[in-house]
């Protein structure tokens, strides 16, 4: 069975950082572009961030630049989302999704809107709340 199971999600204050993890199984992810998308409540799912097959591409939406950092690390299957400096509008569900046979180009694309509806594989989301 193939699987991307999302962690790291919880209850932070305004301010404060997380790290959520995405880890694959029955599958291995290195030939694999990976995003990270939200959707919040009332709100469309949006792309947060996407990094390369080759790990050598990243891209950020515009609301979470500086702030969050997408890495990869292969060895483990695991990509991962540091986010710092969280803000209130910040808490949604958070969904790890991995992409095939796309060029470096199409895998960045991720913040476009609808981009979501190309990823292959996704996992169930972790609930990240940013509150005081």
């Known amino acids: 069975q193939l699987q991307l199971v999302e962690s790291g999600g919880g209850l932070v204050q305004p301010g404060g950082s997380l790290r959520l993890s995405c880890a694959a199984s029955g599958f291995t992810l290195d030939y694999y572009a990976i995003g990270w998308f939200r959707q919040a409540p009332g709100k469309e799912r949006e792309g947060v961030s996407c990094?390369?097959?080759?790990?050598?591409?990243?891209n950020y939406a515009d609301s979470v630049k500086g702030r969050f950092t997408i890495s990869r690390d292969n060895a483990k299957n695991t990509v991962y989302l540091q986010m710092n400096s969280l803000k209130p509008e910040d808490t949604a569900i958070y969904f790890c999704?991995?992409?095939?046979?796309?060029?470096?180009?199409?895998?960045?694309?991720?913040?476009?809107?609808?981009?979501?509806?190309?990823?292959?594989?996704w996992g169930e989301g972790t609930l990240v709340t940013v509150s005081s």
């Open positions: 999704a991995a992409s095939y046979g796309r060029p470096t180009t199409v895998q960045m694309m991720c913040i476009t809107p609808h981009y979501s509806h190309d990823m292959d594989y």
């Open positions: 990094i390369s097959s080759s790990g050598g591409s990243t």
